[in-house]
């Protein structure tokens, strides 16, 4: 069955943000597609509600129809479970731990500029989304010394992998994925050669997991607002993990990601805590309700999700989709034209 959406729109924290409900009434899903990609273009956000969700065969639908060029998560932080039909779920991190605002995979060479959020089951609205205008965020961000040293600096990454054919004898507990997953290498040479056409600084251990570190701009240009945004994932800081067993009995560098700045100079408590306040301060909370859609441009937005509790007979179900990507631009020299009035 197909269906239709009636339109209206809501203010939440002064924030316009296009909502679309769906009615039992026969449509093609084309149509909500396009109001959709119309919203994303206007306002970088768009949400549907009472969408059919017995699973996500509606919702990949609307996937294919919104989105033009489907990625997976080659390079990413977490492994994903497969829900069927190129949805996957959304991280691996335990409900009690706060997953902080980002752009998605925004600690990579590429990104998508596109993703969605499917809810099939979250009882009482539990673990909401947060998402934030990022335009906003990086007015903020530039007028604090933090958000001035990473625009001169850069942002570098550190991130540990386990080796996936050690994994029997007990692999490092510093690792969330093998490199093999996350890269799609089969071997140790193909590792190596990888590493050094990306030109990475990599290291192996006896067991050989692996280290690898680079550097990316912090800030990314988005050509359509003519803006350079803060592009750093704070989330991949080391302290992410202070409230997660077992890696938050290690050093930040040897937690599964860590970044500093791109002079190698760590963050200090301060300075993650600027980065904390100001996302938090421009965060508008979704709530997931069964049928709910939440889709966003992922320069424009960050998005995050604070703890929650649990309920083990009732868990929190919601699939996510990523597509059109977007190789890194960085920062640009921005143009502003002007109007002279005689």
Same mark, same amino acid.
């Not at 049928?291 to 960050?302: A, E, P």
């Not at 007979?313 to 009035?341: A, C, D, H, W």
């Given at each position: 069955?197909?269906?239709?959406?009636?339109?209206?729109?809501?203010?939440?924290?002064?924030?316009?943000?296009?909502?679309?409900?769906?009615?039992?009434?026969?449509?093609?899903?084309?149509? =909500?597609?396009?109001?959709?990609?119309? $919203? =994303?273009?206007?306002?970088?956000?768009?949400?549907?509600?009472? &969408?059919?969700?017995? $699973?996500?065969?509606?919702?990949?639908? =609307?996937?294919?129809?919104?989105?033009?060029?489907?990625?997976?998560?080659?390079?990413?932080?977490?492994?994903?479970?497969?829900?069927?039909?190129?949805?996957?779920?959304?991280?691996?991190?335990?409900?009690?731990? $706060?997953?902080? !605002?980002?752009?998605?995979?925004?600690?990579?060479?590429?990104?998508?500029? @596109?993703?969605?959020?499917?809810?099939?089951?979250?009882?009482?609205?539990?673990?909401?989304?947060?998402?934030?205008?990022?335009?906003?965020?990086?007015?903020?961000?530039?007028?604090?010394?933090?958000?001035?040293?990473?625009?001169?600096?850069?942002?570098?990454?550190?991130?540990?992998?386990?080796?996936?054919?050690?994994?029997?004898?007990?692999?490092?507990?510093?690792?969330?994925?093998?490199?093999?997953?996350?890269?799609?290498?089969?071997?140790?040479?193909?590792?190596?050669?990888?590493?050094?056409?990306?030109?990475?600084?990599?290291?192996?251990?006896?067991?050989?997991? @692996?280290?690898?570190?680079?550097?990316?701009?912090?800030?990314?240009?988005?050509?359509?607002?003519?803006?350079?945004?803060?592009?750093?994932?704070?989330?991949?800081?080391?302290? !992410?993990?202070?409230?997660?067993?077992?890696?938050?009995? =290690?050093?930040?560098?040897?937690?599964?990601?860590?970044?500093?700045?791109? $002079?190698?100079?760590?963050?200090?408590?301060?300075?993650?805590?600027? @980065?904390?306040?100001?996302?938090?301060?421009?965060? @508008?909370?979704? &709530?997931?309700?069964?049928?709910?859609?939440?889709?966003?441009?992922?320069?424009?937005?960050?998005? !995050?999700?604070?703890?929650?509790?649990?309920?083990?007979?009732?868990?929190?179900?919601?699939?996510?989709?990523?597509?059109?990507?977007?190789?890194?631009?960085?920062?640009?020299?921005?143009?502003?034209?002007?109007?002279?009035?005689?």
């Amino acid at each position: 069955m197909q269906y239709i959406e009636q339109n209206h729109e809501t203010i939440i924290k002064s924030e316009s943000l296009r909502q679309h409900v769906v009615t039992n009434q026969p449509l093609m899903i084309s149509n =909500l597609s396009r109001k959709i990609t119309g $919203d =994303l273009i206007s306002h970088g956000v768009s949400i549907v509600h009472s &969408f059919p969700m017995n $699973d996500f065969t509606k919702f990949n639908e =609307l996937a294919q129809s919104v989105i033009t060029y489907p990625m997976n998560y080659k390079g990413g932080t977490n492994s994903r479970e497969d829900l069927g039909g190129g949805t996957l779920s959304v991280g691996t991190e335990p409900p009690d731990v $706060d997953v902080p !605002a980002h752009n998605e995979m925004s600690y990579w060479h590429r990104y998508p500029e @596109i993703i969605m959020f499917g809810c099939k089951q979250c009882p009482d609205g539990k673990g909401p989304t947060v998402i934030a205008n990022n335009l906003d965020i990086t007015k903020d961000i530039l007028s604090t010394s933090v958000g001035r040293k990473f625009k001169e600096q850069g942002v570098k990454f550190i991130r540990n992998f386990y080796n996936e054919d050690s994994k029997q004898h007990g692999h490092s507990e510093t690792c969330l994925r093998s490199w093999q997953q996350a890269f799609g290498c089969s071997n140790k040479s193909a590792m190596i050669k990888l590493c050094e056409k990306e030109n990475w600084g990599y290291s192996f251990t006896e067991k050989d997991d @692996i280290t690898i570190s680079y550097k990316l701009p912090a800030f990314e240009f988005d050509p359509a607002l003519n803006e350079n945004l803060f592009f750093v994932p704070i989330g991949c800081h080391g302290y !992410a993990f202070d409230h997660w067993a077992p890696y938050n009995s =290690l050093e930040n560098h040897r937690r599964p990601y860590h970044l500093t700045y791109g $002079d190698g100079s760590e963050l200090s408590t301060d300075d993650i805590n600027t @980065i904390e306040q100001i996302n938090d301060a421009h965060g @508008i909370p979704i &709530f997931w309700e069964n049928g709910k859609i939440l889709i966003v441009d992922n320069r424009r937005y960050t998005h !995050a999700r604070p703890p929650y509790k649990a309920d083990p007979m009732k868990p929190r179900e919601i699939g996510v989709r990523i597509g059109n990507p977007i190789e890194r631009y960085g920062q640009r020299e921005i143009t502003k034209l002007f109007s002279s009035v005689y």
